[in-house]
């Protein structure tokens, strides 16, 4: 089993940056994918950031590209999401997903994930 841990949340301005961490533990794998999702109130969960374990492939949902980056740190197995310039539609609960099959590339949906944090909130007031 492993137990994804998501942290940085909070209340900030538009135009501020906050960055979100993804802590990892317990079983691990040697390959796999890593998405970070968000969901605003009456809205489906739609990914903005997800990469493949060694970087080869990532993507950024159009809105978010320019102000987001994904990066990882192997070695305290944690995954982070830097957002910067945000604005009040980026605000929504994000979530942190594993993917550990079929890892070649990012997938896109929900179901594609095989593990899921418990989400952190971001709000981000005009």
């Known amino acids: 089993q492993v137990q994804l841990v998501e942290s940085g949340g909070g209340l900030v301005q538009a135009g501020d940056s906050l960055r979100l961490s993804c802590a990892a533990s317990g079983r691990t794998f040697s390959n796999y994918v890593v998405g970070w999702f968000r969901q605003a109130p009456g809205k489906e969960r739609e990914l903005v950031a997800g990469m493949t374990r060694f970087g080869a492939s990532t993507y950024y949902a159009e809105s978010v590209k320019g102000r987001f980056t994904i990066s990882r740190d192997n070695a305290k197995i944690t995954v982070y999401l830097q957002m910067n310039s945000l604005k009040p539609e980026d605000t929504a609960v994000y979530y942190c997903?594993?993917?550990?099959?079929?890892?070649?590339?990012?997938?896109?949906?929900?179901?594609?994930?095989?593990?899921w944090g418990q989400g952190t909130q971001v709000t981000v007031s005009s």
């Open positions: 997903a594993l993917r550990v099959r079929s890892t070649g590339r990012v997938y896109y949906y929900t179901g594609d994930y095989d593990y």
